[in-house]
């Protein structure tokens, strides 16, 4: 008997959310020289790929139930930060919001739902120019 074969698939989601990028610790000057007017609070229509692998179930032909990972996305992700201030939210604590850790933060709240050995990668799109991939602490 052979193993199943693996593959991995990749499920979109949009929302949007607002942010600024500040470092407590900075002072004003310091923060306005090195992030500019990105320091003014502004948003952004998200992207974010989430994608998930592993065996293909012989019967259903799937990876991961899709209907159930968008469920969980949904729940854990788009609800949280549709139309929320990122800088406000208690995982962005002492973290500026960029894209890097937006999508470290949605690797932390998607990982223990989907297991970290389901979860391949989250890729967060901040506009169609920017995008930022994160495969975990070991990746
Ligand atoms: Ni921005």
């Known amino acids: 008997m052979t193993d199943a074969p693996r593959a991995a698939s990749t499920r ?20 306005e020289r090195f992030f500019g007017r990105l320091t003014v609070p502004h948003g952004h229509n998200y992207t974010l790929d989430v994608t998930v692998r592993g065996p293909i179930d012989p019967e259903t032909g799937m990876v991961f139930d899709l209907g159930e990972l968008k469920r969980i996305v949904g729940e854990t992700v788009v609800d949280r930060f549709d139309h929320a201030d990122l800088n406000a939210d208690a995982l962005f604590r002492g973290r500026v919001p960029t894209t ?18 389901r979860l391949a990668q989250v890729r967060v799109w901040e506009d169609p120019t920017l995008y930022v991939d994160y495969r975990g602490p070991d990746g």
């Open 12 to 31: 979109r989601f949009t929302f949007s959310a607002g942010h600024r990028y500040w470092v407590e610790r900075w002072s004003p000057e310091e923060n």
């Open 100 to 117: 890097e850790n937006l999508a470290i933060v949605v690797w932390e709240l998607l990982a223990p739902k989907l297991g970290a050995d």
